[in-house]
């Protein structure tokens, strides 16, 4: 019903920044909860960051201040705008959608992309 497909990661030094899309097709943006979550090598998926459909942002206590989501519903794209990247910040970043307000656990959301490779090493 809802596709999303993530772009926007790549392989970039400590320190530097980078900036993640989400397209949404099939469905219309406004009406989610929209999430960021990324999985390292050997570890579980984690919540990363969530913008609700009413404008309001929750964000992973590790990426306060460095990270900030954002949306365009008229583009239908969701984006995750990261700076000051650090090693720990490396894994696939997934994009997914939701009905519940801010939503920060997967088992709440609906729809979820293929995820971007994003790399931090020196």
């Known amino acids: 019903q809802m596709q999303l497909v993530e772009s926007g990661g790549g392989l970039v030094q400590p320190g530097d920044s980078l900036t993640l899309s989400c397209a949404a097709s099939?469905?219309?943006?406004?009406?989610?909860?929209m999430g960021w979550f990324r999985q390292a090598p050997g570890k579980e998926r984690e919540f990363v960051a969530v913008s609700s459909s009413k404008g309001g942002t929750d964000y992973a206590y590790s990426v306060q201040g460095r990270f900030t989501i954002s949306r365009d519903n008229a583009k239908n794209t969701l984006y995750l705008q990261m700076v000051s990247l650090k090693h720990e910040d490396t894994g696939v970043y997934y994009c997914?959608?939701?009905?519940?307000?801010?939503?920060?656990?997967?088992?709440?959301?609906?729809?979820w992309g293929k995820g971007t490779q994003v790399t931090v090493s020196s």
């Open positions: 099939g469905r219309p943006l406004s009406p989610y909860a």
């Open positions: 997914a959608a939701g009905g519940a307000n801010l939503p920060t656990r997967s088992y709440e959301y609906d729809y």
